[in-house]
């Protein structure tokens, strides 16, 4: 992991003690959405603003070693703070279980934006509702491995 800095945890309580129980156990616990069934990952990106290290428990969405982060916010008419920080600087670390690596971050649009879009739709059926929530066309992120 490549990132360097300091790391300032979320305001939200959920948040931080998620990636908190996460990173203490390496990953083996709080490794689903708020204890449910669907699986997370947790990604640290450098703030747009701050420079400060932010951490962020994201829906899994892998495919072939790449990984989609989907701006959804839940469906809201503004973007996640986390946006900003992907394309202020896009490189972040990602860490899905015990595994941690380092990826290039681009937001897709098109025909690549529609396949990683439906892919994620797949493998969590509700951004879809979250999109039909909002007018904004929600950001999908493409997190490629940088080695």
């Known amino acids: ?66 990984y989609v982060a989907i701006a959804s916010k839940g469906g809201a008419d503004d973007q996640p703070e986390w946006y900003y920080n992907f394309v202020a600087h ?10 941690k690596k380092t990826y290039s971050v681009r937001v897709l649009t098109g025909d690549e ?8 739709v797949d493998t969590w059926s509700t951004y879809a509702s979250y999109q039909k929530k909002t007018e904004r066309e929600i950001p999908v992120f493409l997190l490629e491995p940088t080695s």
Request: aromatic share 6%.
């Open 1 to 66: 992991m490549t990132l360097q800095g300091t790391y300032v945890p979320s305001k939200a309580g959920w948040v931080r003690d998620q990636v908190a129980a996460f990173e203490a156990s390496n990953g083996a616990e709080a490794n689903t959405l708020q204890g449910g069934p669907h699986p997370i990952v947790v990604i640290t990106s450098v703030g747009a603003k701050s420079g400060n290290l932010r951490k962020n428990p994201v829906m899994r969405v892998e495919r072939d070693g790449k």
């Open 90 to 99: 896009p490189e972040v670390d990602l860490q899905d279980g015990p595994v």
């Open 113 to 120: 934006r529609a396949d990683w879009w439906q892919h994620a």
